[in-house]
T-cell receptor
Framework: NAGVTQTPKFRVLKTGQSMTLLCAQD?????MYWYRQDPGMGLRLIHY???????AKGEVPDGYNVSRLKKQNFLLGLESAAPSQTSVYFC????????????FGPGTRLLVL | AQSVTQPDIHITVSEGASLELRCNYS??????LFWYVQSPGQGLQLLLK??????LVQGIKGFEAEFKRSQSSFNLRKPSVHWSDAAEYFC????????????FGQGTTLQVKP
């Protein structure tokens, strides 16, 4: 039982390049979330999904897209990376309502030059 | 607006000393309350949570937190800090909703002096 895993752990991009971050969970959780963490700002929600095939915008969605084609996977895409997207990205998952605790992955550190 | 405030950005305590990290929130009702810890370069680990019932909750690693409705606070405490407790601590609130979205405080970085 690996919990929540994220791929890759670290990546360097040039401005304008694209990439996809993969989040996978093996807990059969319905809900999945993508956050970004910047110094002094805690974690901010980018996008989330309440079930397979559904996605919704969070607090800071601009410049990102997501897809949830399989229940266990939640992909975060950057179509044209910008230096402002340099951050640490965390994925989390949660079971059905009534089990409010979110479980976090180890994070992906992204540097956009 | 819903928000979480952690007034102390950085705290330094001596090993063996007691610790209290402050957290205040603004929410329309009583939210779900969490404390998460993040060790350097690591992900977030749940320390404890409060949903209802006894307002003093026990967590892992010897931590506890007390919910005070009248003060809209959920302070984290530990009677004796260990060097391994050095980390960043986040107070988090959430609501009972179909989205399960969480709101994070800015975080408090704890440094432990030998």
């Amino acid at each position: 039982n690996a919990g929540v895993t994220q791929t890759p752990k670290f990546r360097v991009l040039k401005t304008g390049q694209s990439m996809t971050l993969l989040c996978a969970q093996d807990m059969n959780h319905e809900y999945m979330y993508w956050y970004r963490q910047d110094p002094g700002m805690g974690l901010r929600l980018i996008h989330y999904s309440v079930g397979e095939g559904t996605t919704a915008k969070g607090e800071v969605p601009d410049g990102y897209n997501v897809s949830r084609l399989k229940k266990q996977n939640f992909l975060l895409g950057l179509e044209s990376a910008a230096p402002s997207q340099t951050s640490v990205y965390f994925c989390a998952s949660r079971g059905l309502a009534g089990t409010e605790t979110q479980y976090f992955g180890p994070g992906t550190r992204l540097l956009v030059l | 607006a819903q928000s979480v405030t952690q007034p102390d950005i950085h705290i330094t305590v001596s090993e063996g000393a007691s610790l209290e990290l402050r957290c205040n929130y603004s929410y329309g009702a009583t939210p779900y309350l969490f404390w998460y810890v993040q060790s350097p370069g690591q992900g977030l680990q749940l320390l404890l949570k409060y949903f209802s019932g006894d307002t003093l909750v026990q967590g892992i690693k010897g931590f506890e937190a007390e919910f005070k409705r009248s003060q809209s606070s959920f302070n984290l405490r530990k009677p004796s800090v260990h060097w391994s407790d050095a980390a960043e601590y986040f107070c988090v609130i959430g609501g009972s909703s179909n989205t399960g979205k969480l709101i994070f405080g800015q975080g408090t970085t704890l440094q432990v002096k030998p």
